[in-house]
């Protein structure tokens, strides 16, 4: 048997000392020592309180709950009658019983893992485990039986973790997966390595969603982590009752974009490009990916294996384009889909270089009919401070006004400007902009629940729609189109046009709740394969430069899916 560490056996020692002097407690006969007081008692049972306070520690990496009464002296004890001391003697014995049961099974089942994990080590060696607990415990609950007995779902899986390795999310994924392709087929050591990467890739495809913004767009921030218990006792119930595929094909994104794209990768090799479609001269606009392209699309040339296969993973966050607002932000385009059908297009303009449009998911909640313009922070400081302080006149002649936080009215006169020069972000006080036509949000804003208050709305500025190159915003999407929006989604929310003109007429805010069926998908890809042909886009935010270079035997690859 294995030793314990010292300090939790010296915490297993009090509590034997516990136990047994329980016993002895109830084996006296009372009556004989009616006189003896309960104190000493008390005073035995919590005489190394001190060493039991300081294995607390150990303890806790078992994960046991250490009862209170061990921690303190009990003085309560004394003070009971003969009665209840009795009871309270007879739960700090079941406690104690019960810490030590608990302690002893988590001591065997350690060293069961451990067991495992050494086990799976030799079978794997000289190959390592992204993660050895996970996958050995796996096993050790399914009495080390094989577990991708399914060639079907082998494969399924393989193309679709090969599709993610070959991204350069992860260099350490990228290595799992030449471990399996080096490893023979039919040995129990590749199922090992299958398994492993299988859990790797369970938690990537359960977590990037909300990840995204880092993994996808900022290399190298990805770490791999062990999956839910859920995920991991769903996917193996599955592997039970021989249903792997279809658990594995509903991992996989309902996205004919994203199937095209990771198909033409395994049409090329690491080294190798792919053609980029030429647009047609007389063709007003290249609609592909639902209209993600811009209206410059790139006229031949190429794009890279590892810039393709960057794209697939970012369009794996996109269910399908059926239904919902979506907005690839570096084709500065917005289309609006109902049942597959595109039911609007608009030019956009998106976040300059500095204040990006974020990668984000969300649902349409309200249209704001003359919304007034409760100015950000950033803008706040970064640009209207510094520009009323040197004319203050300039607040009301813009439409604006400064309010405290019981949302009274500050008159401008009345403000020390000069005190907040460089110092703007002390500004204490809310910069709300009144609804108008020269208003900032325009007639129309498009809430959705947003941590960086990013939404859709109009814009007086018409004339900045006119420029190929439109990052020129602080971050929200202004759309062209934002009446005609509007009208559809007043409209689904039973408005009439007259209704719409009326309230815009009478320049009263008003908000109307919007169906809540109505995704909005912000994301950000610069290249994808659509009926056949490759797309590309400039990468306006820089976030494809420095592609890593994976290593990959990609014949192997093609060989095994």
């Given at each position: 048997m294995r030793k314990l560490p010292d300090r939790l056996f010296c915490k297993r020692s009090v509590?034997?000392?516990?136990?047994?002097?329980?016993?002895?407690?109830?084996?006296?006969?009372?009556?004989?020592?009616?006189?003896?007081?309960?104190?000493?008692?008390?005073?035995?049972?919590?005489a190394e309180t001190s060493a039991v306070a300081s294995a607390t520690t150990q303890v806790a990496e078992i994960n046991v709950a250490t009862p209170n009464a061990l921690n303190?002296?009990?003085?309560?004890?004394?003070?009971?009658?003969?009665?209840?001391?009795?009871?309270?003697?007879?739960?700090?014995?079941?406690?104690?019983?019960?810490?030590?049961?608990?302690?002893e099974e988590e001591r065997i089942a350690a060293e069961k893992l451990a067991q495992a994990k050494n086990r799976l080590n030799q079978e794997i060696a000289p190959n390592q485990l992204l993660l050895a607990s996970t996958t050995a415990k796996v096993y050790l609950d399914n009495e080390f039986s094989s577990i991708w007995?399914?060639?079907?779902?082998?494969?399924?899986?393989?193309?679709?973790?090969?599709?993610?390795?070959?991204?350069?999310?992860?260099?350490?994924?990228?290595?799992?997966?030449?471990?399996i392709l080096n490893t023979p087929e039919d040995s129990f050591a590749r199922d090992v390595l299958l398994t492993d990467s299988f859990l790797d890739y369970l938690y990537y495809n359960k977590n990037v969603g909300r990840n995204a913004d880092k993994w996808l767009y900022r290399l190298g921030s990805y770490v791999t982590k062990a999956p839910a218990e859920s995920h991991v006792s769903a996917w193996l119930r599955a592997v039970r009752n021989g249903s792997a595929v279809q658990y594995i094909s509903a991992l996989i994104p309902n996205n004919h974009i994203y199937r095209e794209t990771v198909d033409r990768l395994f049409t090329m090799s690491p080294n190798s490009t792919a053609g980029v479609a030429k647009k047609a001269a007389n063709s007003k606009n290249t609609k592909g990916q639902k209209g993600k392209a811009q209206e410059s699309a790139v006229a031949g040339g190429s794009t890279t294996f590892a810039k393709?296969?960057?794209?697939?993973?970012?369009?794996?966050?996109?269910?399908?384009?059926?239904?919902?607002?979506?907005?690839?932000?570096?084709?500065?385009?917005?289309?609006?889909?109902?049942?597959?059908?595109?039911?609007l297009q608009s030019k956009v303009i998106v976040g300059r270089d500095d204040r990006r449009t974020p990668v984000m998911y969300s649902k349409l909640s309200n249209v704001v009919v003359n919304p007034p313009w409760n100015v950000p922070p950033t803008i706040k400081a970064k640009d209207l401070i510094p520009k009323f302080s040197r004319n203050p006149g300039m607040v009301e002649r813009s439409g604006y006004?400064?309010?405290?936080?019981?949302?009274?009215?500050?008159?401008?006169?009345?403000?020390?400007?000069?005190?907040?020069?460089?110092?703007?972000?002390?500004?204490?006080?809310?910069?709300?902009?009144?609804?108008?036509?020269?208003a900032a949000l325009g007639l129309y804003k498009f809430n959705m629940p947003s941590s960086d208050a990013i939404y859709l709305h109009d814009t007086p500025n018409r004339g900045l729609f006119g420029k190929n190159d439109r990052a020129l915003s602080s971050g929200c999407v202004r759309v062209a189109k934002s009446d005609e929006l509007a009208t559809l989604l007043l409209k689904e929310a039973g408005w009439s046009d007259s209704k719409k003109q009326g309230v815009l007429a009478s320049r009263k805010t008003t908000s109307v709740p919007i169906r809540s069926d109505n995704p909005v998908y912000l994301y950000y890809v610069t290249a994808w394969v659509e009926n056949g042909k490759v797309y590309t886009l400039p990468d306006i935010y820089k976030y494809d430069v420095n592609l890593p270079r994976v290593s990959i035997d990609w014949m192997k690859v093609k060989n095994v899916i």
């Open positions: 509590l034997l000392n516990i136990l047994q002097m329980s016993k002895l407690f109830f084996g006296l006969n009372m009556k004989a020592f009616k006189f003896l007081p309960i104190t000493i008692l008390s005073s035995a049972v919590f303190t002296v009990d003085t309560v004890l004394p003070q009971l009658s003969f009665e209840a001391q009795q009871a309270r003697a007879a739960a700090m014995a079941r406690q104690a019983e019960s810490f030590i049961q608990r302690a007995s399914d060639k079907r779902a082998t494969q399924l899986f393989l193309k679709e973790y090969a599709a993610f390795a070959a991204s350069g999310v992860s260099a350490k994924s990228t290595k799992a997966l030449q471990q393709l296969a960057l794209n697939a993973q970012r369009l794996r966050l996109i269910p399908s384009f059926t239904n919902g607002i979506f907005v690839n932000i570096p084709s500065y385009q917005l289309y609006y889909m109902r049942d597959g059908k595109q039911v006004e400064i309010l405290d936080g019981r949302g009274n009215k500050i008159s401008p006169s009345n403000i020390n400007w000069a005190q907040y020069k460089g110092k703007e972000n002390t500004f204490p006080y809310h910069i709300r902009q009144k609804p108008g036509d020269n």
